[in-house]
């Protein structure tokens, strides 16, 4: 055991701020953060996000401008008088970023790849900013297997669409793989923070899948294309239950391994769309399915408080 804490202590730098594993940045006279049209030479990084503690991440611009007036209500913040809650990414036209005190509410778009360039950026910007032991937290939708639509999902494992725990890239023409681990410490403590007594939903934890395609890629029947039956569907996902997984969703194995190879504590946590053992379609109606959006948030906001009183 105390071995494993050394490693794990090893993973995170000792004064909790973020160190780049790329020798060329600091030799570089700015870093120009293109998708989130930022630069170290055009703004004072540290100046304006110094102070963050929290950089949550979720698909949507819509969904990340709505978490950001919720946790700003949640947290009591207020904006500097005349001031406005503003996408400070506006002007990338790819991701938009609000700032609302210690935290970040960014979104990401869809899949691995936008995921991924994104993250590049905010660790770059983490860096340029000298902020201390920043934690990521990914505010999602998934599709269900075995557990019903609003059931509330944290990731204790990230796979990929063969069950492998780790994110597979090609380097220069070479196949890598990054191990896609999260913090099991906030694992629990989210978990911790579900209310069985006053949450009309369940809160659950397992492995999450995460894959490059929502349709083929997640054994729809329902894509513009598909090669197989029913069947092998069903024994697909059985499979995947087998394994322990619960959820799939498309973002969480590189967000995984990229916060971890940085030294980023990081945490995964969505809500279930669909039971995917009963169907494909998504076919929730708008409210119950906006209802159903906000309670990862809820979740997520009851942490950031709690955080934050402990400081
Ligand atoms: C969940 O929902 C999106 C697909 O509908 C994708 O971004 C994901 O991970
Ligand atoms: N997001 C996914 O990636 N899959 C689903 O089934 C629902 C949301």
């Known amino acids: 055991a105390a071995k494993e804490r050394a490693e794990a202590d090893d993973e995170y730098n000792f004064d909790g701020t973020v160190q780049l594993k790329n020798p060329h940045i600091e030799l570089m ?34 969904r990340m401008k709505e978490f950001a007036y919720y ?3 949640e947290i009591g913040y207020k904006l500097p008088a005349g001031t406005q809650l503003q996408d400070i990414s506006a002007f990338s036209y790819r991701y938009s970023m609000y700032k609302v005190g210690p935290v970040l509410s960014i979104s990401h778009g869809m899949g691995i ?5 994104l993250l590049h950026e ?18 999602g939708t998934c599709g269900g297997i075995g557990i019903e639509g609003g059931t509330v999902v944290v990731t204790n494992e990230s796979v990929d669409g063969q069950l492998r725990s780790s994110y ?79 959820n799939i969703e498309m973002e969480s194995i ?26 494909d379609q998504v076919m929730a109606p708008k409210e119950v399915m906006n209802e159903w959006q ?15 009183a402990k400081i």
């Open 168 to 246: 597979e890239m090609t380097v220069l023409g070479k196949t890598i793989y990054r191990p896609a681990k999260l913090d099991q410490k906030l694992v629990r403590e989210f978990l911790a923070l579900a209310d069985p007594a006053q949450d009309p939903y369940e809160t659950v934890t397992g492995k999450t899948m995460c894959t490059y395609d929502f349709y083929e890629g997640q054994g729809r029947l329902d894509g513009a294309f598909c090669d197989y039956t029913e069947a092998d569907k069903m024994e697909y996902l059985q499979r995947c239950k087998d394994f322990g997984v619960i």
């Open 254 to 279: 590189v967000f995984s391994a990229l916060t971890h190879h940085a030294g980023i504590k990081a945490a995964v946590v969505c809500v279930a769309l669909l039971n995917r053992l009963n169907g």
């Open 71 to 73: 946790i700003m209500d």
């Open 113 to 117: 790849s936008s995921i991924g360039i």
């Open 29 to 62: 006279d700015q870093d120009i953060l293109y998708h989130l049209a930022l630069g170290s030479g055009s703004h004072d990084l540290q100046e304006m996000f110094g102070e963050i503690k929290f950089v949550c991440l979720g698909g949507t611009p819509n």
């Open 294 to 308: 906000k309670r990862p948030q809820i979740l997520v906001s009851r942490f950031i408080r709690r955080q934050l």
């Open 122 to 139: 905010v660790i770059k910007l983490m860096y340029h900013a000298k902020c201390k032991d920043p934690i990521f937290i990914r505010i």
